[in-house]
């Protein structure tokens, strides 16, 4: 098979599909690999090293997704691609897929096999969301703290507080694997932290591990509760499936919480907790609604590309090795992991909850194959 490794074109996003190290393998098992010229810049890997790996380094997008099968990228296509896209393609990457109906479109319209790593699931895990769902929960309470400073326009507390100060107080909402990351960077930090989840068992994981850390069962008036009280949220909740995230944070929530407090709002890929909430960039990632700041940058991890593209591939490569060698098809119908990862198929939406989100047919991936 041919894989096409593209550089990415979302704003801010410098992530890649694959590292040198996976290419030689991919080459070593008789695959062809045309990596797109300074696709892997910004996670530092140089063309050199990935010609070395046995990549053809080629110079733009046209000739790569005219002659690649297999397109392994990092983010959903852009505007700016979805010309180069059609029916022989397999496209492999986070699509996120239920607040994007034009790009929805695109992908049925040009018959795309269209395979979602936020998807892609073992039982209740989601292993190619995993990783990144770690480096965003960690990062959270970092880029909390710095915009809670007076001179981003937070309200001035520092996270850790001083000595006779009490240092913030943090609420994650949701005690999933971005939730326990966040709450143990946040611990670590010295915040107040307390943990809200629907149910008990995660919470009493948590508290195992992260004894010092407060826990409570969601409720909207035990959430409403907190945030009145809160310098810092971190949302990270997550829908299984695909589905929008729901938006546990109305405006008259938002309206009671202090004037300068810090929403960091995970989970903006699949439309955010918030109703305030829109997607930013790590260029410009804050805005202000009711008097509180709202960072909801959609790719957050990206802005440490040397270990989210390691981490990412890490996790991806043995399903781009099994879609490799056993062409889309194959791997698709033998695999229920990989089959839960596509979204589109011969210009149907195989993904309920992408379907029903978007008012659009669904039609099960078993009676196309």
Same mark, same amino acid.
Request: net charge neutral.
């Given at each position: ?38 696709a892997?810049?910004?996670?530092g890997?140089s063309d ?21 099968? $297999?397109?392994?990228? #990092? ?5 700016? %691609?979805?010309?180069?896209?059609? %029916?022989?393609h ?13 790009? =929805?479109? #695109? $992908?049925? +319209?040009?018959k795309?096999c ?48 001083? #000595? ?7 609420? =994650?909402?949701g ?10 960077t ?16 995660? $919470? ?7 004894p010092? #850390? ?23 909740v ?8 729901p ?16 929403l ?24 202000? +609604? ?9 790719n ?17 490569f043995?399903y ?19 089959? $839960?990862g ?17 008012g659009?047919?669904?039609?099960a991936? %078993?009676?196309?194959?």
């Open positions: 098979m041919t894989v096409g490794i593209p550089k990415e074109v979302k704003t801010d996003e410098f992530r890649v599909g694959a590292t040198p190290f996976n290419v030689a393998t991919l080459v070593g098992e008789g695959h062809s690999v045309l990596v797109e010229s300074g892997g810049e910004g996670s890997f050199a090293l990935y010609r070395e790996a046995g990549a053809e380094i080629v110079s733009g997008p046209k000739v790569l997704y005219g002659r690649a099968t $297999l397109i392994v990228k #990092v983010k959903e296509p852009q505007p700016s %691609e979805y010309g180069l896209l059609d %029916e022989r397999t496209l492999f990457c986070y699509l996120h897929l239920a607040p994007l109906p034009e790009l =929805v479109a #695109v $992908l049925a +319209e040009k795309v269209a395979i979602a790593y936020e998807t892609v699931a073992s039982g209740r895990e989601l292993p190619l969301l995993k990783p990144m769902s770690e480096i965003a929960g960690k990062m959270g309470p970092s880029v909390a703290a710095h915009h809670l400073s007076r001179y981003q326009g937070g309200e001035g507390v520092l996270i850790g507080g001083a #000595v006779g100060v009490a240092p913030a107080k943090l609420l =994650v909402i005690a999933g694997n971005a939730g326990f990351n966040a709450a143990k946040a611990a670590g930090m010295g915040a107040d932290v307390t943990v809200v989840n629907r149910s008990t068992p995660k $919470l009493e994981q948590l508290q195992r591990v992260l010092g #850390v407060k826990t409570a069962v969601y409720s909207p008036e035990v959430l409403r509760g907190l945030l009145q009280k809160t310098d810092i949220v971190i949302s990270t997550l829908i299984h499936g695909g589905a929008t995230a938006k546990l944070i109305t405006r008259e929530m938002l309206r009671q919480m202090k004037k300068g407090a810090v960091v709002d995970i989970p903006i890929d699949q439309g955010g907790s918030s109703e305030a909430s829109r997607p930013t960039t790590h260029t410009d990632p804050v805005f202000i +609604e009711e008097g509180v700041l709202h960072y909801c940058v959609a957050m991890p990206g802005a440490y590309p040397k270990t989210a593209s390691v981490a990412l591939t890490n996790a991806t043995p781009m090795r099994k879609l490799a060698k056993e062409g889309s098809l194959n791997a698709i119908a033998k695999d229920p992991s990989l089959a $839960l596509v979204n589109l198929f011969k210009g149907a939406v195989t993904n309920r909850a992408v379907a029903e989100t978007l659009l047919k669904y039609e991936l %078993e009676t196309l194959l």
